[in-house]
């Protein structure tokens, strides 16, 4: 079956410092990942995403993500976190034409 | 400017009463989709629709109707809501290739007592 992980329910971090929201997935064939965040009472929003091509994808806000076939996991990162980050972090892998399949989501606390 | 909106934002119902939540998109996009959110879950698509006319069942169909006589709309229904119906409910749309993103409007804050 496929599916998407994200083994941790809340990341804490201080502002400056880096940034890591891992993601992990199981898919038959190529996948197709993407990174969503989600701000208090609003709508999800896109981040980025891995098509093809490099494994360092680059998408909004400063952040980027490193899709590691061997590993199967595809980790969300910046290099220096901002309060403004917090947020719920959804990864998601497309597995069917439209669908998505979305991790449990991931609480980051970017603390002053 | 592009998006998906969806009326309305916040709705407490009762038990058994039919409601209707819509959700309409500017893009002329071919794929739409329902998901809820409850903590610790993440996202479950409820259902989807490939295009007019064409829908079926996501990965918690059970309560829920759907509908798209028209590409822009895509309304959600709850003939008999149920207290296990509360929830976060979230519409999406996508053109439906692969290496496109979805968008999703704001959000329903539903509560059913």
């Known amino acids: 079956a496929q599916s998407v992980a994200q083994p941790e329910d809340q990341v804490n971090v201080a502002e400056g410092n880096p940034l890591t929201v891992k993601c992990t997935y199981s898919v038959s064939g190529n996948p197709y990942l993407f990174w969503y965040v989600q701000y208090p009472n609003r709508g999800l929003q896109f981040l980025l995403k891995y098509i093809t091509g490099d494994n360092l994808v680059k998408g909004s806000y400063g952040f980027e993500a490193e899709f590691n076939k061997s590993q199967t996991s595809f980790h969300l990162k910046k290099p220096s976190a901002l309060v403004s980050d917090s947020a719920l972090y959804f990864c998601?892998?497309?597995?069917?034409?439209?669908?998505?399949?979305f991790g449990a989501g991931t609480q980051v606390v970017v603390t002053p | 400017e592009a998006q998906v909106t969806q009326n309305p934002r916040y709705l407490i119902t009762v038990t058994g009463k039919k409601l209707t939540v819509t959700c309409s998109q500017n893009m002329n996009h071919e794929y739409m989709s329902w998901y809820r959110q409850d903590p610790g879950l993440g996202l479950r698509q409820i259902y989807y629709s490939m295009n007019v006319e064409v829908t079926d069942k996501g990965d918690v169909p059970e309560g829920y109707k759907v509908s798209r006589k028209e590409k822009r709309n895509f309304p959600l229904i709850l003939e008999s809501p149920s207290p296990n119906q509360t929830s976060l409910y979230f519409c999406a749309s996508s053109s439906g290739a692969a290496n496109t993103e979805a968008f999703f409007g704001q959000g329903t804050r539903l509560t059913v007592v």
């Open positions: 998601a892998v497309l597995f069917s034409w439209g669908k998505l399949q």
